[in-house]
C-alpha cells in the first residue's frame, strides 16, 4: 500500500522508510498537535513535507527532497525523480549537511543554551546528597534553578532525584557521575538539552520520560544500553546519534516519539534485527 504522507511504499507494520510516518500511532485522532503526545496529523505532515526544510539536503536534478531507505547505507534518493547519489557525491556534502540536519557542531559549540555562553549556576544547599560507600549519592532536589551546575563530588543520580522538577532547563552533570538512576528526570517539562557523561553505560529506565521539551542529548560513547520507556513522550526530540558502542536498544525506549536515529554504517548493519523490531528509522552518519 501506499504512505498515506510521502505516497511511497509502505507496509502497515512498519514506519515509513521515506518519511518515518508510523501507522500506529493514530495521527488521524488529532487534527493539530496534541497536547498528549505532541503527534502531528496527517495533514500537517504532508503540509511539512512540501515545504523545504532546514538543512536538508535537496536533488540536485529538480530539487525534490532526499530520504534514505530503512537500513540503506549506500545512497540518497530523490522521492521525485528517482536520481539518487552514491556514497562520493554524499562524503561531498555531507558534513556541512549533517550538522544543519542534527542541528549542533561536532564540538557542542553554537547550541541554544550553550554553557560557554549561559549562566550556570550552583545550589548545593537544595542538593540532597547521601554518601554511601565511598560514593556521593544525589538523592534529591528541592531548588529552582533553570541552568543548574551539580556538585563535582557526585558519583551517582540517583533514581526519580529531579523527577517533576518543573523549573530545570539545562543541568551540568559532572564528568564523574557512573550511574543514572530510574525515572532521575522524569516529567522535566522544561528541560531542552542534556549532555550525559562518558562513564555512563545505561540510560535507565524512564530516565528522561514525559521530558515534552527535550530537544538535544549527547550520549557518551561507551554507551551500551537503552532502556524500556528511557525517552517515552519525548515529542521535541527530533534527532538523536547513535555511538557504536551501543548494543541494547528496547522495543519501547522511544515510545511516542517522531524520532529519526542516526548511526554509522557499520552500527547499522550489526543492529539491523534491533531497529526492525523496535520500528527505528535510522540514517547512516
Known amino acids: 500500500?501506499?504512505?498515506p504522507v510521502c505516497g511511497g511504499p509502505f507496509r502497515e507494520e512498519r514506519p515509513c522508510p521515506r518519511c518515518g510516518f508510523d501507522q500506529g500511532l493514530w495521527y488521524?485522532?488529532?487534527?493539530t498537535l496534541s497536547p498528549a503526545t505532541g503527534l502531528k496529523s496527517l495533514r500537517m505532515l504532508r503540509k511539512e513535507r512540501?515545504?523545504?526544510g532546514r538543512g536538508r539536503l535537496s536533488c540536485p536534478r529538480c530539487g525534490g527532497r532526499l530520504f534514505s531507505a530503512l537500513l540503506d547505507k549506500e545512497s540518497l534518493c530523490c522521492d521525485a525523480c528517482g536520481f539518487c547519489l552514491d556514497q562520493k557525491q554524499?562524503?561531498?556534502q555531507k558534513t556541512s549537511w549533517l550538522s544543519s540536519l542534527i542541528g549542533e557542531k561536532p564540538d557542542g559549540e553554537g547550541l541554544q543554551g550553550d554553557p560557554q555562553t549561559s549562566t550556570w549556576q550552583e545550589d548545593?544547599?537544595?542538593c540532597r546528597i547521601l554518601m554511601d560507600s565511598g560514593r556521593a549519592i544525589l538523592v534529591g532536589y528541592t531548588g529552582n534553578c533553570s541552568m543548574?551546575?551539580?556538585p563535582e563530588e557526585i558519583t551517582v543520580i540517583g533514581g526519580h532525584a529531579f523527577e517533576d522538577c518543573s523549573s530545570l532547563q539545562q543541568v551540568r552533570i559532572p564528568y564523574g557521575v557512573r550511574e543514572i538512576g530510574q525515572a532521575a528526570f522524569a516529567g522535566c517539562r522544561s528541560l531542552r538539552q542534556i549532555v550525559l557523561p562518558a562513564g555512563i553505560t545505561t540510560v535507565q529506565a524512564n530516565t528522561f520520560a514525559n521530558c515534552s521539551r527535550l530537544e538535544s542529548v549527547t550520549l557518551p560513547e561507551g554507551l551500551l544500553s537503552i532502556e524500556a520507556n528511557a525517552f517515552y513522550c519525548c515529542s521535541a526530540l527530533r534527532r538523536l546519534r547513535i555511538p557504536d558502542s551501543v548494543r541494547n536498544i528496547s522495543e519501547d525506549a522511544?515510545?511516542?516519539t517522531h524520532?529519526?536515529?542516526y548511526a554509522s554504517s557499520r552500527w547499522m548493519e550489526l543492529n539491523r534485527r534491533t531497529l526492525e523490531k523496535a520500528q527505528l528509522f535510522c540514517m547512516p552518519l
Open 50 to 52: 512540501q515545504q523545504p
Open 28 to 31: 488521524e485522532r488529532y487534527a
Open 254 to 256: 522511544f515510545r511516542w
Open 259 to 261: 524520532l529519526t536515529l
Open 90 to 92: 554524499l562524503r561531498e
Open 124 to 126: 548545593p544547599e537544595n
Open 1 to 3: 500500500m501506499a504512505c
Open 148 to 150: 543548574l551546575r551539580l
